[in-house]
């Protein structure tokens, strides 16, 4: 097989060129958009749909599909009427760290706006899957994330009031609820955790301000202290055209 000289790391195989050679016209226009992303800045408004049709002389439905694939991969973002070049996507290590360091540590200021925090009695499937006991009293707090104002995502928490009895009065939804345990003596011991793709349901995508045909990262986690104890189950949806993942391997 012959690859290209400046072939990147990671990136598709010869730009993902079928065996049979045959590309599909609306990839073609893909990549010379993406190239073209590649030289412009962040926020940089890219040509019309007309003026891009007019220039690779292809239809604007094969522009459209192009920009849509754009899109949905995070390297552009619609603002008002027009299409602009997105900005990186943020990292978040998939570790026992709260989405609050792993934001500040790409200069981005980190934020969540309150949705819910209400209290009611565990039900038999939190209590299976955490080792909560059936019908203790649980919180569940539910926040949208932010980074630098915008929306990324959309977080459910369940903990024990046992645990923090008083996170209603003496807990600002708007920092870190692992640095807020902390704050109360509690350390993480291990989690479960497992990520998944999905589609937003029609509440969550109004709360994160996207389109629910947008692919969503879905994360679950189930987290014990250091004694082992049930600590908090974790429902968090990050947006699929801001985020990626990364975590160190060891054999």
């Known amino acids: 097989m012959d690859y290209p000289n400046d072939q990147a790391p990671g990136a598709p195989v010869r730009s993902g060129i079928p ?19 590649g030289e ?7 040509p019309t749909e007309r003026d ?3 220039r690779y002389e292809v239809a604007r439905e094969t522009v459209r599909q192009a920009l849509r694939e754009l899109v949905l991969e995070g390297k552009l973002r619609r603002q008002g009427r027009g299409t602009v070049v997105a900005g990186p996507k943020l990292e978040q290590p998939l570790s026992l760290a709260s989405y609050t360091e792993g934001v500040r540590r ?13 209290r009611f009695p565990c039900p ?18 539910e926040r949208v994330l932010l980074a630098d104002d915008e929306r990324v995502g959309l977080e459910s928490t369940y903990v024990s009031v046992a645990r923090v009895p008083d996170l209603d009065a003496a807990f600002d939804p708007d920092s870190s609820f692992y640095g807020f345990l902390a ?10 955790e497992r990520i998944e793709t999905v589609l937003a349901t029609p509440r969550e ?8 045909a947008l692919p969503m990262l879905l994360i679950h986690r189930v987290s014990r202290d250091a004694e082992g104890r049930p600590l908090e ?15 160190h391997l060891r054999g």
């Open 19 to 37: 065996e049979h050679g045959r590309v599909p016209k609306y990839y073609a226009v893909k990549a010379r958009i993406d190239r073209l992303v």
């Open 40 to 46: 412009l800045g962040e926020g940089s408004a890219i």
């Open 52 to 54: 891009l049709s007019e």
């Open 106 to 118: 790409q200069g981005r200021t980190p934020g969540r706006a309150l949705v819910t925090l209400d």
């Open 124 to 141: 038999d499937a939190l209590a299976a899957e955490t080792g909560l006991t059936r019908g203790e009293p649980v919180w569940h707090l």
């Open 183 to 192: 704050g109360q003596g509690i350390a993480f011991g291990d989690a479960d």
């Open 205 to 212: 995508a109004l709360l994160i301000g996207t389109p629910p």
């Open 233 to 247: 189950r974790v429902r968090t949806l990050f947006r699929g055209d801001r985020f990626s993942f990364t975590t």
